[in-house]
C-alpha cells in the first residue's frame, strides 16, 4: 500500500530520529567471552558514555556494556536542551528539600552545563552547541499563579533569572521566567567523540550484550556480572546507566519509578523564531527550540507526555503538535517525528549515586524527567567521584536511598495502586478484534484461538502474533498505533511487534505465536 490509512497531512508516514539520521555511529559487537575490567557501564546512552569518558581520563580502565545498539536510547530522541530551569522545580523543591537542598540542585545542574560547554571547547567538538536563553512561561490563569510562585522561590533562593510580561512568540503566555545562558546542541555529536576518546584510551564497549539480574562477590571483592548467554566480566565497579537498574539490589526501583512518554515535530517554520527555548508551566507540556538541518534552521516542537502505555492514540500527540506548530509558526515542511521514554522518581528528583548501601560499588543513575542533558553530565562526574574516593557535595541530595516523606508517599500509593488497576483491567478486557480483520500497517489486541493476543500486519502483509502478557511482572501491553510497538501501562517495558524488548524494566521477548509470520488472506 502506498498511503497508510492512519497517518495524517504533513506529518512523516514513519518516526524517526533526526539526531540519530544526522549521525555515523559505530558499530560494535556482542561480547562472546569472559573478560576482567576495572569499571563496567550498563548503558551506552550519554549517561553511560560521559562517565566511561570522565573515568577514562582518570586513567581507570572501563568497558561499556549495551543490551541493544549504542545510542538508540532515549539520548537519541531527546530535544537536546542544557538547562538548570527543569520546568515547576524550584518551588517544589524548597517544600521538600529545604532552601539549601534547591540551591543545591540549581548549582549541581549550572555545573554540569558548564562541564559540557567547557568539554565542547577544549575537544573542539563540533556539535551544534549554542547559548540560548530559556523560558518557562504560563499558558493560563491557573498556570500564572504556579508560575508566581516559582518566581517567588528563584527570587528567595537567590537564582540568576527575570521576569517577563511577554514572549516574543506569538504564544498565548500570561508571563515567563527567563533564565540566560543556557543551551542547546546536538547531543550524538557530542557523545561519540566522547566515545571515541574512551575507545582510543584503553576503554571497550560491547552492543547486543544483556546482563542477568545478579551482581555477584567474588573472593577479592570484585563483582561477577553475567551475560544472559552465560559470559562473565569480573570489575571493581558496576554502574547502571540505564533506564531501570539492569540489577535490583533490593531496592524495588520498578516501585518508585514511572515511566513516561513525550512527542517530537521537526518543522521547517514559514516564520522567523526569535532564538530562545520555550516550555511551558502547564498541560499539555508545549516545548520549542531550534536547530540546524542541512543548512537550514528547524524547530524542534515537543510535548504531549502521557504514562507509558496510557495513551490509546499516540499518533493523535504528533497532529496536536502539528496543529500548535503551524499556529505558531507556520510549516513549510516536517521532515520528522520522533517520540521518547524517561522515568520519574517519586520525588522527580533523580536517583544517582550508589544503589544501596548493601552494594556500595553498584552505582545508578537514572529518573532525569526529561532533563537528561544536564543531569547526565552531574551523574557521571557524581559517580566518577564515588569510584575514585573523592568528596562530591551533591552525593546525599540524590542519593537513591533516599525517601521524602512528603510526596514519596502519596505517589509511592497512586503509582502502585495504578499499577494494580491495570493489571486486572489488563486481564478481563473484552476483545473483539480478529488477526483476519487487520489491514497491512495496523496492529491491535486480537482474539486468537479464544484467547488475547498481540497482532501486527506489517507492509507485505505478514502477521506477526505475540503473547500480551509483559515479561516483566505479567500486566498486559497495550499497541502503540505510532510507534508501532507493544507498551506497558504498568513499569513502561517496551517491545517492538515481532515481541523484542525495546525498552525495560522486561529483559524477556514476548513469546511468539507463531514460528512464521503469515500472508494475509487473499
Keep these: 500500500m502506498e498511503d497508510n490509512p492512519f497517518m495524517s497531512g504533513g506529518l512523516p508516514r514513519f518516526p524517526e530520529s533526526m539526531w540519530r539520521q544526522t549521525t555515523s555511529l559505530p558499530n560494535f559487537g556482542k561480547l562472546n567471552e569472559d573478560m576482567e575490567t576495572e569499571v563496567a557501564v550498563v548503558g551506552a546512552g550519554i549517561t553511560g558514555i560521559t562517565t566511561a569518558y570522565l573515568l577514562a581520563q582518570a586513567g581507570v580502565k572501563v568497558t561499556i556494556l549495551e543490551a541493544g545498539t549504542i545510542l538508540d536510547g532515549t539520548t537519541g530522541y531527546t530535544t537536546a536542551k542544557i538547562t538548570a530551569q527543569h520546568g515547576l522545580i524550584y518551588d517544589k523543591l524548597m517544600n521538600h528539600f529545604g532552601e539549601e537542598g534547591a540551591k543545591l540542585y540549581f548549582e549541581a545542574n549550572e555545573e554540569a552545563l558548564r562541564w559540557i560547554a567547557e568539554t565542547v571547547k577544549e575537544r573542539k567538538i563540533e556539535c551544534q552547541f549554542q547559548p540560548e536563553d530559556a523560558y518557562l512561561?504560563?499558558?493560563?490563569?491557573?498556570?500564572?499563579?504556579?508560575?508566581?510562585?516559582?518566581?517567588?522561590?528563584?527570587?528567595?533562593?537567590?537564582?540568576?533569572?527575570?521576569?517577563?510580561?511577554?514572549?516574543?512568540?506569538?504564544?498565548?503566555?500570561?508571563?515567563?521566567?527567563?533564565?540566560?545562558?543556557?543551551?542547546?546542541?546536538?547531543?550524538?555529536?557530542?557523545?561519540?567523540?566522547?566515545?571515541?576518546?574512551?575507545?582510543?584510551?584503553?576503554?571497550?564497549?560491547?552492543?547486543?550484550?544483556?546482563?542477568?539480574?545478579?551482581?555477584?562477590?567474588?573472593?577479592?571483592?570484585?563483582?561477577?556480572?553475567?551475560?544472559?548467554?552465560?559470559?562473565?566480566?569480573?570489575?571493581?565497579?558496576?554502574?547502571?546507566?540505564?533506564?531501570?537498574?539492569?540489577?535490583?539490589?533490593?531496592?524495588?526501583?520498578?516501585?518508585?519509578?514511572?515511566?513516561?512518554?513525550?512527542?517530537?515535530?521537526?518543522?521547517?517554520?514559514?516564520?522567523?523564531?526569535?532564538?530562545?527555548?520555550?516550555?511551558?508551566?502547564?498541560?499539555?507540556?508545549?516545548?520549542?527550540?531550534?536547530?540546524?538541518?542541512?543548512?537550514?534552521?528547524?524547530?524542534?516542537?515537543?510535548?504531549?507526555?502521557?504514562?507509558?502505555?496510557?495513551?490509546?492514540?499516540?499518533?493523535?500527540?504528533?497532529?496536536?503538535?502539528?496543529?500548535?506548530?503551524?499556529?505558531?509558526?507556520?510549516?513549510?515542511?516536517?521532515?520528522?517525528?520522533?517520540?521518547?521514554?524517561?522515568?520519574?522518581?517519586?520525588?522527580?528528583?533523580?536517583?544517582?549515586?550508589?544503589?544501596?548501601?548493601?552494594?556500595?560499588?553498584?552505582?545508578?543513575?537514572?529518573?532525569?524527567?526529561?532533563?537528561?542533558?544536564?543531569?547526565?553530565?552531574?551523574?557521571?562526574?557524581?559517580?566518577?567521584?564515588?569510584?575514585?574516593?573523592?568528596?562530591?557535595?551533591?552525593?546525599?541530595?540524590?542519593?537513591?536511598?533516599?525517601?521524602?516523606?512528603?510526596?514519596?508517599?502519596?505517589?509511592?500509593?497512586?503509582?502502585?495502586a495504578d499499577v494494580a488497576k491495570e493489571f486486572v483491567t489488563g486481564k478481563i478486557e473484552l476483545v473483539h478484534l480478529k488477526p483476519e480483520d487487520l489491514v497491512p500497517g495496523q496492529g491491535g489486541v486480537v482474539k486468537h484461538q479464544g484467547k488475547r493476543a498481540g497482532a501486527y500486519r506489517d507492509e507485505d502483509g505478514l502477521l506477526y502474533l505475540v503473547d500480551t502478557t509483559c515479561t516483566h511482572m505479567g500486566c498486559e501491553v497495550k499497541w502503540n498505533e505510532a510507534e508501532h510497538s507493544w507498551d506497558c501501562p504498568c513499569h513502561g517495558s517496551r517491545f517492538d511487534y515481532k515481541g523484542e524488548v525495546i525498552e525495560g524494566p522486561a529483559t524477556e521477548s514476548l513469546p511468539r505465536l507463531r514460528r512464521q509470520p503469515e500472508q494475509a488472506p487473499s
Design 137 to 416: 512561561y504560563a499558558d493560563s490563569d491557573e498556570q500564572l499563579h504556579k508560575l508566581e510562585a516559582e518566581w517567588r522561590a528563584y527570587e528567595r533562593l537567590g537564582l540568576p533569572a527575570e521576569w517577563r510580561d511577554s514572549l516574543d512568540l506569538p504564544l498565548q503566555a500570561k508571563g515567563a521566567i527567563l533564565m540566560k545562558n543556557q543551551a542547546q546542541f546536538h547531543p550524538l555529536h557530542f557523545v561519540t567523540e566522547l566515545l571515541a576518546y574512551v575507545t582510543s584510551h584503553g576503554g571497550a564497549a560491547y552492543e547486543k550484550t544483556t546482563l542477568q539480574d545478579a551482581a555477584e562477590p567474588e573472593p577479592d571483592g570484585r563483582l561477577r556480572l553475567t551475560t544472559e548467554d552465560g559470559r562473565h566480566i569480573v570489575c571493581r565497579h558496576a554502574v547502571s546507566a540505564s533506564h531501570y537498574p539492569f540489577f535490583d539490589g533490593r531496592g524495588l526501583f520498578f516501585t518508585r519509578l514511572h515511566a513516561e512518554r513525550s512527542y517530537v515535530v521537526a518543522i521547517e517554520p514559514e516564520k522567523e523564531y526569535p532564538g530562545g527555548m520555550y516550555i511551558n508551566s502547564g498541560s499539555p507540556t508545549r516545548s520549542l527550540r531550534s536547530a540546524e538541518l542541512n543548512g537550514k534552521q528547524v524547530v524542534l516542537v515537543g510535548g504531549e507526555s502521557h504514562k507509558t502505555g496510557k495513551n490509546d492514540c499516540t499518533i493523535q500527540s504528533y497532529e496536536t503538535l502539528e496543529k500548535f506548530g503551524r499556529n505558531v509558526l507556520g510549516i513549510r515542511s516536517i521532515p520528522f517525528r520522533w517520540s521518547a521514554q524517561d522515568l520519574v522518581t517519586l520525588d522527580g528528583v533523580p536517583y544517582i549515586g550508589r544503589i544501596t548501601s548493601n552494594h556500595p560499588n553498584i552505582y545508578l543513575a537514572t529518573g532525569f524527567y526529561k532533563w537528561g542533558m544536564t543531569t547526565s553530565a552531574l551523574s557521571a562526574m557524581m559517580i566518577r567521584d564515588l569510584i575514585l574516593e573523592k568528596e562530591n557535595r551533591y552525593t546525599e541530595l540524590f542519593t537513591p536511598s533516599r525517601f521524602k516523606a512528603d510526596p514519596s508517599i502519596k505517589h509511592f500509593v497512586t503509582q502502585n
